[in-house]
């Protein structure tokens, strides 16, 4: 079973940083997609940056040049970094990989648990 676990959560006043990293344990052969998404109260999930085993990046308009998404490929992990955080980047943030398991030829899709991010004063 591979599980994926995040941490780097909290309350955040306006204009500050957080750091959020995911880790997946487990027996893995490959993990292709790694990425954020995220859901606000009341709203529909949504994409925030992805990153792909080469290393090619996708970052939605609304937090470019704020959030940096990166990721070490020997230690399965996929790390978000948010700079200038507003009101509006307040939700639950779900780490996302698109991976391969050992033994087996089915690439799955597969979610952490979440972790709160409140951008408040």
Known sequence: QVQLVESGGGLVQPGGS???SCAA??????IYVMGWYRQ??????EL?????SSGNT???DSVKGRFTISSDNAKNTVHLQMNSLKPEDTAVYYCYMFLQGVGTMIRNNLWGQGTQVTVSS
């Open 58 to 60: 996708n970052i939605v």
């Open 25 to 30: 344990s487990g027996s893995i052969f490959s």
């Open 18 to 20: 957080l750091r959020l």
């Open 40 to 45: 606000a109260p009341g709203k529909q999930r």
């Open 48 to 52: 925030v940056a992805t990153i792909t």
